[in-house]
């Protein structure tokens, strides 16, 4: 259920013709921010609205995580997998020895469970994106953070 209301959030917001601009605008996106992340796994200034947390009913959760231009994670996988929503912006994912491809704005990516991946925005445009996991076989695991080369290339 909840996964179905965050995709037919993220489809009504592409119907109504989401900014492709490069700078978000607190009043352009239909959840706030939320609280700045200020832990090791990412570069640069990104933000974290945790829509759906886990509890002990539900190991799922759901996060609007929105990076500032050339923000990005660190290399990281889920032991059961994700799933990006791209509700603004403009951003990169890339799998550990695939190339690094462009997500925009009503793009879905399935990450596959233990994959090593990261995302993040583009230099010249920030991204938000709806990040969907579930924790009932552990939580993320992270590894070296991207390097500039990496990003760039």
């Not at 996964?3 to 959030?9: A, E, P, Q, S, V």
């Not at 929503?85 to 009503?106: A, D, F, M, S």
Request: charged share 15%; glycine share 10%.
């Amino acid at each position: 259920m909840l996964i179905r209301k965050l995709i037919y959030i993220s489809i009504v917001m592409v119907i109504a013709g989401c900014s492709g601009t490069s700078h978000l605008k607190q009043q352009d996106t239909i959840f706030p921010k939320g609280t700045e992340i200020t832990n090791d796994h990412f570069t640069g200034t990104a933000w974290l609205n945790m829509l759906a947390p886990p509890d002990g009913l539900n190991t799922m959760y759901a996060g609007l995580v929105t990076f500032e231009p050339g923000a990005r994670t660190n290399w990281h996988s889920h032991p059961a997998g994700q799933i990006l929503i791209v509700t603004q912006g403009e951003g990169y994912y890339q799998e550990e020895g695939e190339p690094k491809r462009i997500l925009r704005n009503g793009e879905t990516v399935k990450c596959l469970p233990n994959v090593k991946h990261w995302h993040g925005a583009t230099p010249n445009s920030t991204v938000a994106h709806i990040a969907i996991s579930d924790r009932h076989q552990g939580p993320a695991q992270w590894y070296d953070p991207v390097t500039d080369n990496e990003f760039l290339n």
